[in-house]
């Protein structure tokens, strides 16, 4: 039996893999990886891109189905998927790009086939307050049997605006085992701008939500094992693990249906109306704050967490292609 590690970096970016999620398995055998090196100048920009728009509107439909797709979830989890992402989009439409990534970076696998991922990046407009969504799905057969599957929707915003992101992430590693990260983490310290404080997570009773879940028998709190990452999720982070062991998988489809689902629309709802649209003032100051604290995040996702799990899973070659088209995106 081996351990099952899920990168602990959720609150940064909802490509979380294997890190730090402890399940029942006994520990694996870490190898030393080769890391590609972060360039912050690089930065990829749909305008950018070669492609004429023909083309790049064939390859962004082409990657957008195979991303919806989820392949290998279940029908509640998909529907939840599906639902959310639609509910995005339709809300932003007009100031969304279409994704500029390579057909080999929208999806991808291992040598050997046991991993596949689904990843599906979009821009924000110049005049969208969001500065790009990031959507995907990876799925790991493990050596004891079973699989790894983690589908996952996150929005950042850009400094146009102080308001939080939304992150969002389901990591089953069993048919009865699932793990909930759904947050809007902030961008400014609460402690210094109490009044994102109040508007953000007091006034819009978020923790309402966390505290609705919760009284699900099945539900249990997860705790991340670095420090680093509890101190920047909200106060209001949900993050729980949910086993329904003598309920089985009838019933975890039933908690997703009944309550993960409604309770994941109604924070993606808050966010849309009282976060992402909302219009705020920001000083030149606070955009200076929001740009070094965002980079700083952004920096870490990519140094630390994505750099050690996509070579573990996909291998260096694959991992180092993915990971060059994603900094592009990260760079603030």
Partial sequence: MMEVMICDHFRFSPLSILSSYRSSFSPSTRYPLSVPSYSPSFRLKPSSSS???????????????????FPFVSAAQ?????????????????????????????????QSGT??????????????????????????????????????????????????????????????????ILDLPPRKDLV?????????????????????????????????SSLYIR????????????????GGVERMEEIIRDHLDPISKQVLGIWLDHCACAQRDVGEAERAYLKKRDGLIR????????????????????ANRVLEAIKGYFTV
């Fill in 231 to 246: 101190s920047v999720s909200s106060p209001t982070a949900i993050m729980v693990r949910i086993v329904t062991e003598n």
């Fill in 115 to 180: 991993a596949q991922a689904s990843l599906h990046i979009r821009s924000g407009t110049d005049d969208s307050p969001v500065d790009f969504v990031l959507g995907s799905w990876v799925h790991s057969e493990l050596p004891t049997g079973g699989s790894l599957d983690i589908t996952s929707l996150s929005a950042y915003l850009n400094n146009s605006t102080d308001a939080p992101n939304f992150v969002f992430e389901m990591i089953r590693s069993s048919p009865t085992t699932l793990v909930l």
């Fill in 192 to 224: 210094l701008w109490p009044d994102d404080l109040k508007t953000f997570y007091e006034d819009t009773q978020l923790d309402t939500h966390r505290q609705a879940l919760e009284r699900v028998p099945e539900v249990q709190p997860y705790f991340s």
């Fill in 51 to 69: 492609l004429p728009s023909s083309r790049m509107e064939e390859t962004h439909d082409h990657g957008r189905s195979k991303f919806i797709d």
């Fill in 299 to 318: 920096n870490k996702t990519i140094e630390i967490d994505l750099g050690s799990s996509f070579p573990r899973l996909f291998g260096p070659e694959v």
């Fill in 78 to 110: 998909k529907n939840l998927m599906v639902e959310l992402i639609s509910r995005f989009e339709d809300r932003f439409h007009s100031q969304l790009l279409p994704c500029a990534l390579p057909p080999d970076v929208q999806y991808y696998q291992s």
